[in-house]
């Protein structure tokens, strides 16, 4: 069984990966996660998340493990 983080993780990846969702941006994406966020309780500093949002926005994030150890990094640190 997933934990909420993981089933977190897994939401965001697939939201985000290219083509999943083309019409959207990577705001909307970010307030939609941030809903979630809210929804399942899952708390993190403002900034921390900017970085984090950062440092997903790009090419690289398509490649699941990439995304997961950036995920990691900021989740579970």
Request: hydrophobic share 40%.
């Amino acid at each position: 069984m997933e934990t909420k983080l993981e089933l977190f993780k897994n939401v965001m990846y697939y939201m985000f990966k290219e083509d999943a969702l083309p019409e959207l941006n990577f705001d909307d994406f970010s307030h939609m996660w941030l809903a979630l966020m809210e929804k399942w309780e899952i708390k993190m500093e403002e900034e921390k998340w900017e970085r984090f949002l950062d440092e997903i926005n790009c090419k690289k994030s398509d490649d699941y493990i990439w995304f997961s150890e950036t995920f990691n990094k900021y989740f579970y640190e």
